[in-house]
């Protein structure tokens, strides 16, 4: 079975600054993606970026970017010049994609992110 | 709106009562999830459906939940005989592959509160 651990409940940044969020996952399969997910106070489940595992480079989109490291098994997720609409919990969440696989997201248990202007 | 639709965005039942939780999946995905959020907890996957077909239901309590995806219309969770520990906000989730790693696309969740 996958787990998926964050190990900051709360975490907070001044505007404009940067943060960096832990995640660290289990599994004994090669084939997977990885995500990072935001839930704003609308409680809406916010695609913020993906992962593939066979791709060595890590993602980047915008002012969000992952530090992906496969053997240690740990996928951070660092938010640039942080802005007060980030304000969220963000969860960091894992999928095997090898057909016949099982094909759920499994969740870790979030991080709540505040941003202070 | 091409997005995942959820009905309704709050439901509140009595203890006993059945409640129907609807979800749209985008256009042109076929792929449907539903997961459970209790109250400051993570997502908790439930079951995964395709047209007419349960692939996995792995998450879902075997008493009292049932979901099906017909071949027309939404798919629907149902709870039948409501509990307290109901309660929770039921997030469906689609995608136009089921194992190839495409993101899903979440909708709003709907809220269920039992009284």
């Known amino acids: 079975a996958q787990t998926v651990t964050q190990s900051q409940p709360e975490m907070s940044v001044q505007e404009a600054e940067t943060v960096t969020l832990s995640c660290t996952y289990d599994?004994?399969?090669?084939?997977?993606?990885l995500f990072w997910y935001k839930q704003p106070p609308s409680r809406q489940m916010i695609l913020v970026i993906r992962?593939?595992?066979?791709?060595?480079q890590n993602a980047t989109e915008n002012r969000f970017s992952v530090n992906f490291q496969k053997a240690a098994k740990s996928f951070s997720l660092k938010i640039s010049d942080s802005q007060l609409g980030d304000t969220a919990m963000y969860f960091c969440?894992?999928?095997?994609?090898?057909?016949?696989?099982?094909?759920?997201?499994?969740f870790g248990s979030g991080t709540q992110l505040t941003v202070l202007p | 709106n091409a997005g995942v639709m959820q009905n309704p965005r709050h439901l509140v039942r009595r203890r006993g009562q059945e409640a129907r939780l609807r979800c749209s999946p985008m256009?042109?995905?076929?792929?449907v999830y539903w997961y459970r959020q209790l109250p400051e907890e993570g997502l908790k996957f439930m079951v995964y459906?395709?047209?007419?077909?349960?692939?996995?239901e792995s998450g879902m309590p075997k008493e009292r939940f049932s979901a099906e995806f017909p071949k027309e219309g939404p798919s629907i969770l149902r709870i039948q005989q409501v509990v307290r520990g109901d309660s929770a906000a039921y997030f469906c989730a689609s995608s136009s592959e089921g194992w190839r790693g495409q993101p899903q696309h979440f909708g709003d969740g709907t809220r269920l509160s039992i009284l």
């Open positions: 256009k042109g995905h076929s792929h």
């Open positions: 969440a894992f999928i095997l994609i090898s057909s016949g696989s099982a094909r759920q997201l499994t």
């Open positions: 992962q593939e595992a066979y791709k060595q």
């Open positions: 459906l395709q047209k007419e077909n349960i692939i996995d």
């Open positions: 599994t004994s399969e090669s084939n997977y993606y």
